[in-house]
Structure formats: C-alpha cells, structure tokens
C-alpha cells in the first residue's frame, strides 16, 4: 500500500487531503478511486491507514481508519558522521541514506577533508540537505524525518558526551570486518566515514582513543559514498530492518 506525505495538521482533520503533485500521482500513475486504501505519514514517526472517500480534478478527500507506529522507521537508532566531500557527493549520500533509515547525519570537518565549508553558505546548504532528506523520506514512506546536524570538527564529535550503544571508524586499513564488532544488539550507533582522501593514522587512533572501533568493509578501497550506503546497508541488515519480516496495516 503506497504511502502519502502530508503535513502534520493536515493529517490531523476530519478529511486529510492529498493535492497537488502527490494527487496527479495518485490519480494518474497509481490509478487509485474512490474506496481505495492508502497510507497518509506526516513526519511524526505514525502512519494513518486511510481510505479516499471523494476525488475532484485537482484534490482527494480521505478519512483516517487506523493508526500505527510507522515500520518504516527502523528500530536501530543510526548516526552517520561524513567527512566533508564535494558538494553533489553529500546531497547523494544524504539521499541514499535517509531511503536506508538514517536517523541522524553529521557532516565532519577532519585533517583531510578537501572541500570545506564556506560558511557564508552554510545555511543555505543546511536547508538544501534538510529538502533533500524531506523528498527522500517522501519517497521511500519513512515515516520520520532524518536529523541533519550543524557541521562538526572531528575532534568535536568523538571527544561528544553523547552515549550510543556502539561507535564505528570505517577504516581502510583495518582487517576486522564488520560482523564481529559487538557480542549484543546495539541500538543507537554512531558511524563515521571519512573524505575523499581518508582519515590520519592519528585520527584513527584518537578516535579508538574515544571508544569508537574500527572496521573493514572489504579488500577493495571504496569511494566515501559508496563506504557510507554500504555501511548502512550491512548495519540496517546486522542490527536494524532489513532482515525481518515486514507487517503492513
Ligand atoms: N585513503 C583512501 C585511499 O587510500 O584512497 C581513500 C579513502 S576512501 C575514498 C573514503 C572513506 O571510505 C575512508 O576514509 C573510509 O572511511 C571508507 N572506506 C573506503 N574503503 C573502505 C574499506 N575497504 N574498509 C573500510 N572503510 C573504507
């Protein structure tokens, strides 16, 4: 059943409305009628199993039948920090991970990151990777809206009080894969994937200094946003939702 974004007050009527490019895709592509069920998310982490009461040219009517904790959401609460790359290369990595169940994204400023932040444009990137996160999580029907943090220095995220179950520094020199990092169930993991050209030696060891441990993703040296979705994609299937059963409405 295809799930719908609408803001969160409009979910909150008597009969929530699906308009604009979202109804054409719906009437059009999707072909739905009048009497059809569909899925209405606001952002909230809740879904609404929702039915289309009446369509006009331009807006469908819906009434709300049921609602849930989204499954979209996935139970692993999951950090990425990103070295700081060339512009396209964070847009796409803020999109492939919000559709891998990102909860939160923290671009790092470490010793070898070549592109740097120009501040003055700062929040004007801020709100760009914020619509970014907003049409991907509409895309895929996540059902929450992933965080994206204020840019962070290296030395400022691992030396952070924040507590997670587990810390990982994907590190291409390392040798021990993924799987065998934690004996329990972490659920609140923070991962850190450097830049283009990698992260020091000092940096490694000062971050293990800080209770992050190192992992390999394999013989081959990936792209830093080939590094990012791939190490998602394998915490998602270890920890979080991607290997379990799915329970629709
Ligand atoms: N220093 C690398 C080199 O020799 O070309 C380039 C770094 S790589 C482009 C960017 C980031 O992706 C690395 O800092 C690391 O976090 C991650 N990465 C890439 N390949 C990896 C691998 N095989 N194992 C673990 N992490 C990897």
Redesign the pocket.
Known sequence: MRRFYVDPDEARKEYPQIKGQDFRHMQKVLRHEPGDRVILIDGSGFEYLSVIEKMNSSKAFLSVLDKKWSETASPLELTVAQ?FLKEKKMDTIIRHLTELGLTRWIPVISQRSVARPDHRRMHERMRRWNAIAVESMKQCGLSRIPDISEVMTFEALIESKEAYDGKI????E?TAPLKDLFPDNPKKILV????????SPEEVNHAKGCGFKS??????????E???IA?CTLLQYLYGDMKKEIHPF
């Not at 850190?192 to 992260?199: M, R, S």
């Open positions: 070295g520094i994907f590190w291409e390392e850190l994937v450097g830049p283009e050209g990698g992260f992992a390999s993703l394999g013989p081959r040296i990936l792209r830093a080939t590094a990012s190490a």
